[in-house]
């Protein structure tokens, strides 16, 4: 049998590759990782967590607002102070860095910088920023380089910052346009709106976040509108430039135009494959460059695997996560007393930390209908306890999908506060096969938007 270096190595140290591993190098595998950058990828420098935290202190002007509907007096406006806010974030992000070099330590995983490429089906060539070369073997080799921003061509594209950018704007934006409705356009525009600046989302279709409930779309549009975020739909970008005072102008494709101080271009993601070596060595790649796997997250290269945003199935960290677990249990086996993970793609709960923020599970009311053909939704709207003195006019929304013939809940959808923790626990229900009529046998907390969901008796649409 041949003699490798390493029995996994893994080129990227985000959410897939540093859980594959850690899990790896806890059953005794000799494991190493590439990182070029701040360990912790994406989620940790440039997605979730600084993401949350922003959308955290967005919320605090929310609170300051309805505060005096509570007998609050506020002596002072309250202010943002930009570098405050971006210097504990870095803190906090570098903390976090850290950790993760710590669990490769103590997962006993060699942590080597620099940038990996495929010279072989278990060969490497590792180049460090001082130019130096090392050619590394392993068994198995693991792609977990995740994703990165996707600008679309137009006159005056890199004019346009991305959602990596944003975090650490030199300067608070009064005006921010935002170039694309999905998750990331979202949230930036809900998030930059709460903490102080004019936001305009220009979406090129007819409604913001395609893919998910036509009426929660809807619905979360008419809030973040309700909130004074400018929403144009059937909306584009068609040429942007630069002012003299250091502003941009952007000309629309109906020939009108606008200004802003920042433009974001949040028009998707793309795998981070450049110069990975794929080509050399025949990794096969799909649309978008995605990387094409197996069910067991083999490329169509014996010994070559990939997990995460770079395999594109669903781009979200705790799937990534679970991927490369499931890898791990595949390549190495199960700890001792524990099944083999398999990754099980149904009703993957997830969350959009809009203001409000959306909380979703499983099928929208939409494909329940082209899947199963009779469905019943139960919905309410409602405006949620906390506004009837906060002032605000604020409105929830909770909708179930049922399976007309078995009775399951095969869709679950929420906007407003506190969704995303709302919807985890029904997530385990979900994955249980739970009834309608469990549901309705299950008592509510009181009193609490959450139930909401098993208080719904009234069919809304069948
Ligand atoms: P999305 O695919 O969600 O959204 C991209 C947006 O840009 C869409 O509105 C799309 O329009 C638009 N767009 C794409 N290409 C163009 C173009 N050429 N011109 C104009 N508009 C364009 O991508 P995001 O980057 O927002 O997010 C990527 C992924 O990251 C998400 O799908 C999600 O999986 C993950 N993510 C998860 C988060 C969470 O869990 N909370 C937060 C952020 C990201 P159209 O709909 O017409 O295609």
Redesign the pocket.
Known sequence: MADFDFDLLVIGGGSGGVRAARFAGQRGARVALIEQARMGGTCVNV??IP?KLYSYAAGYAESFAEAPGYGWQIGHPPALHWDILKARRAAEIQHLNGIYEGLMDGAQVTLLRGHGRLTGAHAVELSSATGERRALTARHILIATGGT??V?EFPGHELAVTSDDMFDLPVFPKHLVV???????C?MASIFHGLGAQVTVL???EQ?L?GFDDEVRAFTAEEMRKAGVDIRLNS?VARLEATPEGGRRLTLEDGSQLQADVVLS????MPKVAGLGLEAVGVRQGKGGVIEIDDDFQTNVPGIFAVGDVVGR???TPVALAEGMALVDHLFGPLPGQTARRMDYADIP????THPPIGTIGLTEEEARQRHGAIRVYRADYKPLRHTLSGRGERTLVKLVVDDASDRVVGLHMVGADAGEIVQGFAVAMKCGATKAQFDATIGVHPTSAEEFVTLRQVSRA
Do not use: H, N, Q, S
């Open positions: 997605g979730c993401k921003p996707f679309p170039l694309g409705g999905g998750y990331i356009g949230e979406y090129r279709g913001i395609r584009d949040a028009t998707g993601r669903k781009t979200l997830t969350a959009v930390f």
